[in-house]
C-alpha cells in the first residue's frame, strides 16, 4: 500500500493477510450428557411405557382368539392374530348403532355449544357489564361439580319434559355442559386478537355481527376448532349421564353400550378391547388435531398495537 506525505515523500507499506487454510474447519464442542440428563430421559422413558402400555394391551387382546385371551403364560404378541373379536362385536350386539348415536350426539352438541359459546365468549371479552367477574366465576364453578350431584334434579326435569331416553336430551344436556368451558377458552383467543381488526371492519361499513363473522372468525378459526374438538372429545367420553338418561339399545351411545360387556357373573373382555380399540380411535385422532390447532390458535392473529 503506497501513501503520499505532504513533502512528497512515497512510503510504501506492506500488509500481510492471513487466510485460514480450508481444509481446517472450527472444533465442535459435543454437549456432555449430565446425570440429570440421564435421569430425565429415563424417567420420561418409564413414563411413556406405562402411559402406553395399557393401549397396547387393549389392543393386543382385541387381536387374541378367545381362547387364548386367559392362556397361560402370557402372550405379549399374538401368536395367531385373529378378528373374531371384530366380527362378533357387530354380529351379536348393535355397536353400529352404539357408534352412530355418539357420532350424532357428539357432532350436534360440540357444534352448538361452540356456536353458543363463541357468542357469549365475544360479549364477555369485548363489553364491560356489571357482574362480568361474577359469570366468569361461576362458568369455572360449574367445572368443579360433579354431575352426579345435580342428577337427580335433571332427571326429574328431563322426565318431565318427556326428554328421558331420548337423543334430543341427551344432546340438551351436553350443551349445558360444554358452553362454560368453551366460553372461558374462547375467552382468552378473543383477547388474543387487536381490537383494531374490529374497528377498522366497522368502519368500513359492516356491523358489529358483520365484523365477527367476517373478520374475528376466520382469524380465530384454529381456537374455535380446538374448541369444537374439545367438545366432541367431551360429549364422545361422557358415560355417567348417558348410562342414567338412556335405556334403550337403539338411544345408546358407545361408552353406555361398553359398560354392558360387563355382566354379573362374566367379562367378555375379546369383544369390550375390541370396541374400546373402536372407541379410542376417534378420539385419538381429535386430540391429534387439538394439538395442532391450538398450538396455531395461540399465534394466530396476535399483532400488537
Keep these: 500500500m503506497t501513501i503520499m506525505t505532504p513533502t512528497g515523500t ?23 450428557l449430565s446425570a440429570g440428563g440421564v435421569a430425565r430421559v429415563v424417567g420420561l422413558g418409564l413414563w411413556l411405557v406405562i402411559t402406553l402400555f395399557p393401549l397396547y394391551w387393549i389392543a393386543l387382546t ?5 381362547g387364548t385371551i386367559n392362556s397361560f403364560p402370557i402372550e405379549y404378541w399374538p401368536s395367531e392374530p385373529s378378528f373374531d373379536n371384530y366380527v362378533s362385536l357387530f354380529q351379536q350386539s348393535s355397536f353400529g348403532v352404539f357408534l352412530g348415536n355418539s357420532a350424532l350426539v357428539a357432532l350436534i352438541a360440540g357444534a352448538v355449544a361452540t356456536l353458543i359459546a363463541l357468542l357469549s365468549a365475544y360479549v364477555i371479552a369485548r363489553f364491560e357489564f356489571r357482574g362480568k367477574g361474577t359469570v366468569l366465576v361461576a362458568f369455572l ?22 326428554l328421558v ?18 366460553t372461558v377458552m374462547l375467552r382468552g383467543f378473543f ?17 358489529r355481527f358483520g365484523a365477527l363473522f367476517r373478520v374475528l372468525v376466520p382469524v380465530m378459526t384454529p381456537g374455535i376448532i380446538a374448541a369444537f374438538i374439545f367438545n366432541f372429545v367431551n360429549c364422545w367420553n361422557e ?11 337403539e ?35 381429535m386430540f391429534a388435531l387439538a394439538s395442532r390447532w391450538i398450538v396455531q390458535g395461540l399465534t394466530a392473529g396476535a399483532v400488537k398495537e
Aim: hydrophobic residues 45%.
Design 10 to 32: 512515497t512510503i510504501t507499506e506492506t500488509r500481510q493477510i492471513t487466510v485460514p487454510e480450508a481444509h481446517k474447519t472450527p472444533r465442535t464442542t459435543r454437549r456432555k
Design 62 to 66: 382385541s387381536f387374541k382368539s378367545p
Design 251 to 285: 338411544n345408546r351411545t358407545v361408552p353406555s353400550a361398553l359398560n354392558g360387556f360387563i355382566s354379573t357373573f362374566n367379562i367378555d373382555w375379546g369383544s369390550m378391547s375390541a370396541a374400546a380399540v373402536l372407541t379410542i380411535l376417534p378420539t385419538m385422532v
Design 141 to 162: 364453578l360449574t367445572q368443579m361439580i360433579p354431575a352426579f350431584i345435580a342428577l337427580g334434579p335433571l332427571y326429574s326435569m328431563m322426565t318431565d319434559l318427556g
Design 239 to 249: 358415560l355417567f349421564l348417558s348410562v342414567v338418561l338412556m335405556n334403550t339399545d
Design 191 to 207: 383477547e388474543n386478537v387487536p381490537d383494531a381488526l374490529e374497528e377498522a371492519a366497522m368502519i368500513d361499513g359492516c356491523s
Design 165 to 182: 331416553d331420548t337423543k334430543p336430551g341427551l344432546i340438551l344436556v351436553y350443551i349445558a355442559i360444554c358452553i362454560p368451558f368453551s
